[in-house]
């Protein structure tokens, strides 16, 4: 069974600029969440989708959002980029219904200079 | 405040010992408990799952939750160099309408020496 698959692995933009990062869950989970880690904050959850409805968000600025289409594939975007969204960016897929396992792509790694 | 607690260590212990790691939280909300094992430059691995307090084990390690605590734990038995990485607790409420956000210790570094 394939697990979460993440792309790209690595992107380097320029301040200023709008990224999308895509993400393919588990065959079967209907829940996709994104998350943020850096050094210094840690893991911080961005948002969850589920039957292409954003359940649930985190408390970052409208800069960062999402989607989630009908195969359960998932796009997040970045827009005008900051310095300071440098971090690995991790998608979780889960079944969705009930507080089920949470299953991490391998993550998309984000430098902005 | 952080929600969620967890000492980031390094903690450095020698091959075949058993290792325990702990988090705190303050969110009595929080039902499902989870552990994760991130190697650098991977995305978290699920180790264990647990829904509300009480034990479970999976070979060689061993999950506690104590809900009246808020306290949960896992316990590594004859630790390898393998194990080597770093450990995040994770632990979430869910409801059919806010669904599922996963609220992260910031990660215990392990180092297992031969």
């Known amino acids: 069974k394939a697990g979460v698959t993440q792309t790209p692995r690595y992107l380097i933009k320029t301040r200023g600029q709008q990224v999308t990062l895509s993400c393919s869950p588990i065959?079967?989970?209907?829940?996709v969440s994104w998350y943020q880690q850096t050094p210094g904050q840690g893991l911080q959850f961005l948002f969850e989708y589920f039957s292409e409805t954003q359940r649930n968000k985190g408390n970052f600025p409208g800069r960062f959002s999402g989607r989630q289409f009908s195969n359960s594939r998932s796009e997040m975007n970045v827009s005008t980029l900051e310095l300071g969204d440098s971090a690995l960016y991790l998608c979780?897929?889960?079944?969705?219904?009930?507080?089920?396992?949470?299953?991490f792509g391998q993550g998309t790694r984000l430098t902005v200079v | 405040q952080k929600e969620v607690e967890q000492d980031p260590g390094p903690l450095s212990v020698p091959e075949g010992a058993i290792v325990s790691l702990n988090c705190t939280y303050s969110?009595?909300?929080?039902?499902?408990f989870m552990w994760y094992r991130q190697y650098s430059r991977k995305g978290p691995e699920l180790l264990m799952y647990t829904y509300s307090s009480g034990n479970k084990e999976d070979g060689r390690f061993t999950a506690q939750v104590d809900k009246s605590s808020k306290y949960i734990s896992l316990f590594i038995r004859d630790s390898q160099p393998s194990d080597s990485a770093t450990y995040l607790c994770?632990?979430?409420?869910?409801?059919?309408?806010?669904?599922?956000?996963?609220?992260f210790g910031k990660g215990t570094s392990l180092l297992v020496t031969p």
């Open positions: 969110n009595s909300a929080f039902q499902y």
């Open positions: 979780a897929s889960s079944l969705g219904e009930g507080g089920t396992e949470a299953f």
């Open positions: 994770a632990m979430s409420a869910w409801g059919s309408n806010s669904g599922y956000a996963l609220n």
């Open positions: 065959s079967g989970h209907r829940s």
